[in-house]
């Protein structure tokens, strides 16, 4: 697998990424970036916000959830 060096040097993670900002960055990185496959860490963090909307919602704290 080849790193694209280029797209790493201009899209670090953010420190102390919040999760959106997370999933954003797996998903620039997969477009752009075969130095891994990151689809298992991408689908965590899916899951993750999902579990974390179906809570919220729950405590009807979201009265939206697309």
């Known amino acids: 697998m080849k790193?694209?060096?280029?797209?790493?040097?201009?899209?670090?993670?953010?420190?102390n990424a919040t999760l959106r900002e997370?999933?954003?960055?797996h998903e620039g990185h997969a477009k752009?970036?075969?130095?891994?496959?990151?689809s298992a860490r991408l689908k965590k963090l899916r899951i993750?916000?999902?579990?974390i909307f179906r809570e919220l919602k729950a405590?009807?704290?979201l009265n939206l959830i697309a």
């Open 32 to 38: 752009n970036c075969n130095c891994r496959d990151s």
């Open 3 to 15: 790193i694209n060096k280029s797209w790493h040097l201009k899209n670090k993670m953010p420190k």
């Open 48 to 51: 993750k916000r999902k579990k």
């Open 22 to 25: 997370k999933i954003k960055w």
């Open 59 to 61: 405590r009807k704290v």
